[in-house]
């Protein structure tokens, strides 16, 4: 069965460090997405992407973050300085579609946890 | 998107039939109902989505009255291992790359 796929899986990182979270979607999919969960709250939306630019994304994605699909099948999140309150379970997901009669699943990656010190 | 209010938790017992409903006043007509379920450190999963009547499938089954202001999630014979978070979300799936918004969801813990 298709997965997305996360790397790494954990990653330990010190304060102000760039960090660079990879995924890779299933491969028919066009809809791309990043979430967070900080330990013992719900996921957050943070980012969606299409066609190579951001659809939609939330108010905890701000100039820090940034997404990129750098070839046909990565899709990568970026935190360029990171702060302790950063800390978390980063899961990419992805989708084929969310029109017409399709269910819009998203299919969630293993994640991965980012802990900064 | 249409604000969902689920029980915080819930407990049950290995065998026993568990039902989790959530309320959706607010639901737009284009709005589809989905339930994901998440295990520790996990991402969530999908699990069933309906629109309105009933949908069954291999592991639950979805049942949204007329009105569709509320939906009820129900897994039969619960295992040890039905032990996680359940989310309802309420969403417009005509959208592409419609983004799921999470709420707090419902924690089932079941005892052997």
């Known amino acids: 069965e298709p997965e997305v796929t996360q790397t790494p899986s954990h990653q330990v990182t010190q304060m102000g460090q760039e960090v660079i979270l990879r995924c890779v979607p299933i491969?028919?999919?066009?809809?791309f997405y990043w979430y967070r969960q900080i330990l013992g709250q719900k996921v957050e939306f943070l980012v969606s992407?299409?066609?190579?630019?951001?659809?939609?994304k939330s108010e905890i994605f701000d100039d820090q973050f940034s997404v990129e699909r750098p070839d046909g099948s990565n899709f990568t999140l970026k935190i360029r300085s990171t702060k302790l309150e950063d800390s978390a379970m980063y899961f990419c997901?992805?989708?084929?579609?969310?029109?017409?009669?399709?269910?819009?699943?998203?299919?969630f990656g293993e994640g991965s946890r980012l802990t900064v010190l | 998107l249409a604000k969902t209010t689920q029980p915080i938790s819930m407990d049950s017992y290995e065998g026993q039939e568990v039902n989790i409903t959530c309320s959706h006043n607010?639901?737009?007509?284009?709005?589809?109902i989905t339930w994901y379920q998440q295990f520790p450190s996990q991402g969530p999963r999908f699990i069933i989505q309906?629109?309105?009547t009933k949908v069954t499938n291999e592991v639950a089954s979805l049942f949204i009255p007329a009105d569709r202001k509320s939906s009820t999630l129900s897994l039969p014979r619960v295992s040890l291992s039905d032990t996680a978070v359940y989310y309802c979300?309420?969403?417009?799936?005509?959208?592409?790359?419609?983004?799921?918004?999470f709420g707090k969801g419902t924690t089932l813990s079941v005892s052997s």
């Open positions: 607010n639901i737009a007509t284009n709005d589809y």
């Open positions: 992407f299409y066609n190579n630019e951001i659809s939609e």
């Open positions: 309906g629109y309105k």
């Open positions: 997901a992805s989708s084929d579609s969310g029109r017409g009669t399709d269910t819009g699943e998203l299919f």
């Open positions: 491969s028919n999919h066009l809809y």
């Open positions: 979300l309420v969403g417009d799936y005509d959208q592409a790359g419609t983004a799921l918004i």
